[in-house]
T-cell receptor, first 111, second 114 residues
Framework: RKEVEQDPGPFNVPEGATVAFNCTYS??????FFWYRQDCRKEPKLLMS???SGNEDGRFTAQLNRASQYISLLIRDSKLSDSATYLC????????????FGQGTILTVHP | NAGVMQNPRHLVRRRGQEARLRCSPM?????VYWYRQLPEEGLKFMVY????????ESGMPKERFSAEFPKEGPSILRIQQVVRGDSAAYFC????????????FGSGTQLSVL
């Protein structure tokens, strides 16, 4: 089983919609994750950290469900500029940047 | 403060040639990571280096690939005798400290092997 798995999508939503992605993970001891964003195979950029208490930043909310071993990303009031690939990332049990990236979920927001 | 600089942005090589990818970390960053992204796949960790030391190379293929981060100059990822399967985007990241959150990625080098 992969350490992190994502539905590759694509998700096609209209502007203003609310959309949510899930990512399942295999290591039950994991306590933190990240969501990264990648545009057109450019460099990935950190979007949010995800801890057991959850995290909210403007229109973006991330949650960690340890019982069911998944993390989620909720985007409210979608903008055209939100179109990107969203990567679920597991720190891999190290204190340094050895990250395990999911395959990514493609989001397209249309007018 | 310039970000992580990678060059070249695009590199074309014929099978059997050598590819050298360069990465200059952000100023003040002494930790460098290399990742590879094959077509239609997620990024995969290759190697973690600090100045003059390889800390974790568990993601590096056993043959043809090597990495260095000398005391002076950029980090280099070297691929000898490239094959078509090496075609991918290679991303470098740097961090100022040992941490898994404060990573800054470069724009990547797209390697195409003919």
């Amino acid at each position: 089983r992969k350490e992190v798995e994502q539905d590759p999508g694509p998700f096609n939503v209209p502007e203003g919609a609310t959309v949510a992605f899930n990512c399942t993970y295999s290591n039950s001891a994991s306590q933190s994750f990240f969501w990264y964003r990648q545009d057109c195979r450019k460099e990935p950029k950190l979007l949010m950290s995800v801890y057991s208490s959850g995290n909210e930043d403007g229109r973006f909310t991330a949650q960690l469900n340890r019982a069911s071993q998944y993390i989620s990303l909720l985007i409210r009031d979608s903008k055209l500029s939100d179109s990107a690939t969203y990567l679920c990332v597991y720190p891999g049990g190290t204190s340094y940047g050895k990250l395990t990236f999911g395959q990514g979920t493609i989001l397209t927001v249309h007018p | 403060n310039a970000g992580v600089m990678q060059n070249p942005r695009h590199l074309v090589r014929r099978r059997g040639q050598e590819a050298r990818l360069r990465c200059s970390p952000m100023k003040g960053h002494s930790h460098v990571y290399w990742y590879r992204q094959l077509p239609e796949e997620g990024l995969k960790f290759m190697v973690y280096l600090q100045k003059e030391n390889i800390i974790d190379e568990s993601g590096m293929p056993k043959e043809r690939f090597s990495a260095e981060f000398p005391k002076e100059g950029p980090s280099i990822l070297r691929i000898q005798q490239v094959v078509r399967g090496d075609s991918a985007a290679y991303f470098c990241a740097s961090s100022p400290v040992v941490a898994n959150e404060k990573l800054f990625f470069g724009s990547g080098t797209q390697l195409s092997v003919l």
